[in-house]
């Protein structure tokens, strides 16, 4: 079995195993979840201070030694112990991607790992929802925050600020800015939907969010209207559904526009035209 973490050398044969610094980077470039089925492979254990629980492994794409899944006699031993090679997976998926080399094949392995990176890098620094925050109701109600968060300019990822261009433009935004973060539900205005409440990510001023959340905002009871003159702009999104928010717009080929609303600020809406 090809299993970094329980390595069981045969007699008499090499394996071109992983160091230690290539298994442990190989886990954090899939930011410690398994490629294939997303499982959170590391954390805290319970027996001390100090435990720390690993059911991950840096598997092997192509196998260390003869005979072994997916070997490959035409690469070098360095290219075998490469990172490269390598794909962190959880226990299970390690056992199967290795019994059954017809149904995980070399190129798929590399594509499931290369996509699982590439997701798990869009999301660094993106705050996470916890799922059981969905209830949302369909009509009317107040607009009601689920979370807030605090947020440099200069760390958000590529994608998300060329999102926002056109707001830190208008706000006169710089990498040095922060931004208050406030993910609400909130009833959409201004088109046929007017009424529903969707997710909307509000953009604020960070020292009237820091005044709120210290207690000084008592009266803002987080269902009131957030201060106009302290939004910077909003989108119709929560930050961890950006991605799957990108997709349907291309999907669905509705269009988006930042418009100006009546209250000075920029918000993205999808145009009316196309409502
Ligand atoms: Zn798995």
Redesign the pocket.
């Known amino acids: 079995m090809e299993r970094q973490l329980h390595r069981t050398p045969r007699a008499g044969g090499r394996r071109d195993d992983f160091d230690q610094k290539t298994a442990v980077n190989v886990a954090k470039r899939s930011a410690f979840q398994?490629?294939?089925?997303?499982?959170v492979?590391v954390g805290a254990g319970t027996a001390s201070p100090n435990a720390v629980i690993n059911i991950g492994v840096a598997a092997h794409i192509a196998a260390a030694s003869p005979g072994g899944p997916r070997y490959n006699p035409l690469m070098t031993p360095k290219q075998r112990s490469h990172i490269s090679n390598a794909i962190w997976?959880?226990?299970?998926?390690?056992k199967?991607v290795d019994d059954d080399v017809v149904e995980w094949p070399t190129a798929k392995l590399h594509e499931i790992k290369h996509n699982h990176e590439r997701s798990m890098r869009l999301k660094i620094g993106i705050p996470a929802r916890p799922s059981s925050s969905r209830p949302r109701p369909k009509r009317g109600g107040k607009p009601t925050v689920r979370e807030y968060a605090f947020v440099d300019v200069r760390s958000l990822i590529p994608a998300y600020k060329a999102m926002l261009a056109p707001m830190l433009h208008d706000q006169k935004l710089g990498e040095e800015s922060e931004l208050g973060i406030l993910m609400i539900d909130a009833p959409v205005v201004g088109s046929r939907n007017a009424g529903v409440l969707l997710p909307w990510t509000v953009f604020v001023k960070p020292i009237w969010l820091r005044w709120v959340v210290q207690g000084h905002g008592a009266g803002f009871g987080l269902q009131s209207e957030v201060p106009p003159d302290q939004i910077y702009g909003q989108i119709p999104v929560w930050p961890d559904e950006f991605f799957e928010f990108l997709g349907a717009i291309v999907e669905s080929g509705k269009k988006f526009e930042w418009q100006r609303s009546p209250k000075g600020y920029l918000a993205l809406q999808q145009s009316q035209s196309h409502a």
């Open positions: 398994c490629a294939v089925c997303s499982a492979t997976l959880c226990q299970n998926h390690a199967w």
